[in-house]
């Protein structure tokens, strides 16, 4: 059965960090796909990409905003890439600043070919914000694939929750004609890291 063939590799048992770059031609050159992450500053990015890799501390979890600062290259099970983006709208650095990190993950996510899917986290917790909607409306108007993750579904009720993300999701109607792929996640009750690595495992196969 299908489902069987992917189960194997649900679950992550090799990581390797491989760097921090901040140009494209300092990435790894070996053509392996790879797949980012990205989203406002402390949607819970990195405890994600923890929750994703089965680690405590591959991502830096900080509770200041603007850790991230490069495009940083985690390696898994020798096969695809997880790539750490900077978060964006992140208003206490500099201007000069603020337009670099712009550049850097407008070259990284518009021009590199090896660049699978673009995962863009969403705070569930929050109303729509106008920053998420307009980075979604450039992947869309650059052509990248790209999927939204809900994060931090532990700290609302359900009925809350379903709110925001149905307010979201008109939101994107309005420019969309129909959503990208969707995934629910929580850090803390280990929510949505298996349909996560599942998709990816099957977009790596298909790939073959």
């Excluded at 050159?29 to 405890?47: C, H, L, Q, T």
């Excluded at 000069?96 to 705070?123: A, C, H, S």
């Excluded at 909607?133 to 939204?148: D, K, M, V, Y």
């Amino acid at each position: 059965m299908p489902g069987n063939h992917y189960f194997c590799v649900m679950k992550i048992s090799e990581v390797d960090f491989k760097g921090s770059f901040v140009y494209l031609d300092q990435c790894p050159a070996d053509g392996m796909p790879e797949y980012a992450f990205i989203g406002r500053s402390n949607v819970g990015k990195s405890s994600l990409i923890n929750l994703l890799t089965n680690r405590k501390e591959i991502a830096k979890v900080s509770g200041s905003p603007g850790k991230t600062q490069t495009l940083n290259f985690f390696l898994v099970d020798q096969s695809w890439y997880l790539v750490d983006l900077p978060g964006y709208g992140y208003a206490r650095i500099s201007k000069k600043q603020r337009q670099r990190w712009k550049q850097m993950i407008e070259n990284y996510i518009g021009k590199r070919t090896t660049l699978i899917n673009t995962f863009v986290l969403i705070d569930s917790n929050i109303p729509p914000q106008p920053i998420d909607l307009q980075f979604i409306n450039w992947l869309g108007e650059a052509g990248i694939p790209f999927s939204i993750v809900y994060t931090k579904e532990d700290k609302s009720k359900s009925l809350e929750l379903a709110q925001n993300h149905q307010a979201f999701r008109r939101e994107m109607l309005k420019s969309w004609s129909e959503m990208p792929p969707e995934f629910h996640t929580s850090t803390v009750t280990k929510m949505g890291d298996d349909s996560i690595l599942m998709y990816i495992a099957n977009l790596n196969e298909g790939l073959r």
